[in-house]
């Protein structure tokens, strides 16, 4: 397994957002995590991400725990979040975004070395490595036409996919998706399912967070269901929606 959960759980004051959550994420697994609003699943990707410190539990990536581990440590082990709205620089290209975000994988390949990359001295062929991801990574999110757009001057579905796109550019081997397609028309939603189908062909795990069930349900292997932030079901997509738990959840016992 590439991540194993167990007993996660997350206080704020007295509300428990996440509650002695225990899963695994297998290599190459596409998850989707389900749940109504406040059922935890934001909190669960921050937690794994080191954006939150857990008040119980384990998270193991591989073969080491990273519970409480900062943020950049985690994603430049290979743990790489998205956020629902990616805060972007409006004058900034797609391009010069993404060239940006890269830095991860210059740590990861260079350590301090990557500093010389600031001024072009001894950087070997860093810079051209990263002109190449760049290239590679606008290809697979369909990013190609927009390449020398600004960011101001993007569809909210662009910005979506830029920032994919910014993750990407720090090599994940798991990246944790929160609500891709919240606020998308139906084409855009065929092309971010397009686009995470081509991720996981070239050997990105994918764990989705989002509110079209319909969505989740054909991309994803394996599902999790979530309520008042404990696990309330979990199985292939069609069995979890079927389940009269996760039913209830979202429509109300007189439904179950």
């Not at 190449?132 to 909210?156: H, I, M």
């Not at 092309?191 to 989002?210: F, Q, Y």
């Amino acid at each position: 397994m590439l991540l194993e959960v167990s007993g996660l759980t997350k206080r704020f004051g007295g509300l428990t957002a996440v509650a002695d959550l225990s899963f695994s994420i297998g290599a190459g697994e596409i998850v989707g995590v389900f749940g109504p609003n406040g059922s935890g699943k934001t909190t669960l990707l921050s937690l794994i991400a080191g954006v939150h410190a857990p008040s119980a539990g384990k998270i193991i990536w591989k073969t080491g725990e990273i519970q409480g581990d900062r943020p950049h440590d985690i994603a430049a082990a290979g743990v790489v979040k998205t956020f629902q709205n990616p805060q972007l620089f409006a004058e900034l290209s797609v391009y010069e975004h993404l060239i940006i975000a890269g830095h991860l994988m210059l740590k990861r390949r260079l350590g301090w070395r990557r500093i010389a990359t600031l001024i072009n001295a001894g950087a070997g062929n860093a810079g051209g490595d990263l002109e190449r991801r760049a290239g590679e990574v606008l290809g697979l999110c369909r990013l190609e036409a927009a390449r020398d757009q600004t960011a101001a001057e993007l569809s909210y579905g662009e910005e979506k996919m830029l920032g994919v796109a910014m993750a990407l550019m720090c090599e994940p081997q798991l990246l944790l998706l929160d609500e891709p397609a919240s606020g998308l028309g139906q084409a855009e939603i065929e092309n971010l399912e397009a686009v995470l189908r081509d991720l996981r062909s070239h050997g990105t795990t994918l764990c989705i967070i989002d509110h079209k069930v319909g969505f989740l349900g054909k991309l994803a292997d394996r599902a999790i269901s979530l309520h008042h932030g404990a696990k309330i079901a979990e199985g292939t997509p069609a069995e979890v929606l079927r389940d009269p738990s996760v039913i209830a959840a979202y429509l109300g016992h007189r439904h179950d």
